[in-house]
Nanobody, 122 residues
Framework: QVRLDESGGGSVQAGGSLRLSCVASGFTFDYYCAGWFRQFPGKEPQGVAT????????QYVDPVKGRFTISRDNTAKTLTLEMNDLKPEDTAMYYCAVDKGSCRLAPDFEHWGQGIQVTVYY
């Protein structure tokens, strides 16, 4: 059974940092592209960052470039998102997801975690 378990969310003051982690189980993690997505209230999920199966390629949505870093440890089956210089507009539900296909920033990944809330306040 595919499982993706996120942790590390919470509330932080603007300018602060958070690290999101996602532990994968039930499948061969290093066969899959992995990504982080976020969903604002009343909106569809949008891509934040993706990383290829062996970590050689990363993509970021423009608003987070230079502030967020995606990484993965295939041995530990873990996906990480380091978020620095957080802004109130980063407030959203964040989801970890994996897909065997393309590593685009589109929210059409095959498997998703339950999501974790990130709140950034002034």
């Amino acid at each position: 059974q595919v499982r993706l378990d996120e942790s590390g969310g919470g509330s932080v003051q603007a300018g602060g940092s958070l690290r999101l982690s996602c532990v994968a189980s039930g499948f061969t993690f290093d066969y899959y592209c992995a990504g982080w997505f976020r969903q604002f209230p009343g909106k569809e999920p949008q891509g934040v960052a993706t990383i290829s199966a062996f970590g050689t390629m990363q993509q970021y949505v423009d608003p987070v470039k230079g502030r967020f870093t995606i990484s993965r440890d295939n041995t530990a089956k873990t996906l990480t998102l380091e978020m620095n210089d957080l802004k109130p507009e980063d407030t959203a539900m964040y989801y970890c997801a994996v897909d065997k296909g393309s590593c685009r920033l589109a929210p059409d990944f095959e498997h998703w975690g339950q999501g974790i809330q990130v709140t950034v306040y002034y």
